[in-house]
């Protein structure tokens, strides 16, 4: 799989490990580097400020062997997520947005991610108004809702996304089902919620598929779990695997970053 992300990157700063520590990171920087931590090949296409934390980003994403020929370098300062780490679970505080604020896609952008596969934004990207073109290009598109499928961005998106994610904290219920057929019938051809240690849940409008969860023996730190999941689903996905085969594929992933602090080492 060739997968192109767009859209947001962040540092994220651990206030609480050695007196405070910046890690980059971000939903689809994320993705890319998990495809490429599973033998597939992955493309990042978005904006860092030209300051430390730019450096910092551009150096880390292309040591992983990402391309980052169409990672930009703006005037201004790269997005900043603060982060406590309480028991191994992540606390999110501040964001700051930094050069994303006014982000767009250029005409260049779109012909180079049409090369992909598989192109995959979420929430805070500020691209799912571009998802029409970019599926009527013929690349599968693929969009995070986070756990806000109702935001005006998941809105603008999901109609031309192939392969539609959200959190949900509810579990597998009769009003997490409700939720999934409705968004599948504006669009995407699968609808999957991931459902933290409760595992996952895939609606391809037929049939709901449901995956646990592949445990994870020395747990550290939790951020990156969801972005990694997709990235393990996409791959599978893409090379034709059954769709229970696809959500396994995404637990392995998700159980290896789960391992190690920040979204990637």
Known sequence: MRLATIGSNCIDFYHNIDGGKA????GPVNMAVYTLRNGGQASYIGP???DAYGEIMRNAVAAKGVDVSHLHTEHGHTAVTQVQLIDGERVFGDYDEGVLANYTLSDEDMAFIAQHDVVVCDLWGKCGNRFQELQ???VKTAFDCATRPG???CRAAIPYTDYLFFSS?????DTLHELMKVLRNQGPKLVIAMLGELGSLCYDGETFHKFGIIPCENLVDTMGAGDSFIAGFLQAIT???PIEECMKKGASTSTQTLTYFGAWE
């Open 239 to 241: 090379e034709g695997c």
């Open 23 to 26: 890690y980059p990171g971000g």
């Open 48 to 50: 860092v400020g030209n």
């Open 169 to 173: 904290d509810d579990g597998d219920t």
């Open 136 to 138: 009527a290009m013929g």
């Open 151 to 153: 935001d005006a961005e």
